[in-house]
């Protein structure tokens, strides 16, 4: 009998499963809508334990209670804008796990006026908050973990289509997940001799908390739906079920790539 927690997903038979004694860290759960959400149920249902955090106490109201169905180890408070934040979540992971084999990077920012306008227009305080938020964090977050992935893993962030091409709406974002897929292929370069592999993933749109800020948001997943070869837009447990796999051994052959994972829509013009 193998009898499985309809909360976490883990059943009896955890020494078998693909993550059983892996540990990670995953940033960007806002609700249960989001994708790192997603992320952490495919994780812990693959036997992983993990360490969750929040961004702040707005947050934690609906986040606390997914921590705990989650069996997370740490629930910890994260401002990425804040110096030492990060650092300091990433200090408690040594202290609770010894070693991290695995780290999600799943949270971006901008604001509202910088990501409404046309490029050229965004101001350059709004260009530098939204590029330490979204895309030198997840440098600095390898930076901390590093000693902490003696045995290698994987580090994987999320980004977005309009990275390669122009999504309208998606503005001066656009050029800082260009930057941030940019940096994964460095970061891959960089950390493979450590067995630390790096890997950006591009989900279609899905509606969250996060997308509720792009205008039109609606049209978008609309029009993806009609024009992904599959017929429809992805759902969170989709882009959870690829993350977890990049974070197991199957991936080990791969690094440095931007997986995508919208039903086929990118391939088409
Ligand atoms: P979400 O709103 O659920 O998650 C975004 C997260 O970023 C939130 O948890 C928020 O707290 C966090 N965050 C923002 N600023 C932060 C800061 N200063 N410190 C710490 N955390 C901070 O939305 P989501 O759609 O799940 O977004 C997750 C990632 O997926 C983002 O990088 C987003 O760009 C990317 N993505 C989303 C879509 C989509 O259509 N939803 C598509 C492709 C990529």
Do not use: W
Request: aromatic share 6%.
């Amino acid at each position: 009998m193998n009898a499985i927690n309809e909360q976490t997903g883990v059943g009896d038979n955890t020494l078998l499963l693909p993550l059983a004694g892996k540990k990670g860290l995953i940033t960007g759960i806002a609700n249960d809508k989001s994708i790192a959400y997603a992320v952490a149920r495919a994780v812990r249902a693959l036997g992983a334990d993990i360490a969750l955090t929040y961004q702040n106490e707005k947050t934690a109201k609906y986040t606390q209670p997914l921590a705990e169905a989650l069996g997370a180890r740490l629930f910890e408070k994260l401002d990425v804008a804040q110096p030492g934040s990060l650092e300091g979540v990433i200090e408690k992971c040594g202290a609770e796990f010894g070693q991290i084999d695995f780290a999600i990077h799943s949270m971006a920012f901008c604001e509202a006026d910088d990501l409404h306008g046309r490029v050229i227009d965004t101001s350059e305080s709004g260009f530098d908050s939204a590029m330490n938020i979204s895309c030198h964090s997840f440098l600095r977050m390898a930076k901390a973990l590093e000693p902490l992935m003696t045995e290698g893993g994987s580090l994987i962030t999320m980004s977005y289509l309009g990275a390669e091409r122009v999504v309208r709406n998606y503005g001066v974002m656009g050029i800082i997940k260009a930057a941030l897929e940019s940096a994964v292929r460095y970061m891959a370069y960089d950390l493979g001799p450590k067995g630390i592999r790096v890997f950006a993933v591009s989900p279609g749109p899905i509606m969250t908390r996060a997308a509720s800020g792009i205008a039109n948001f609606n049209k978008l997943l609309e029009a993806d739906a009609v024009k992904a070869p599959l017929g429809h837009t992805v759902t969170i447990e989709e882009v959870g079920a690829l993350t977890a796999f990049l974070c197991t051994s199957g991936s080990s052959g791969m690094t440095g790539q931007t997986i995508y994972v919208d039903a086929g829509a990118h391939i088409v013009a």
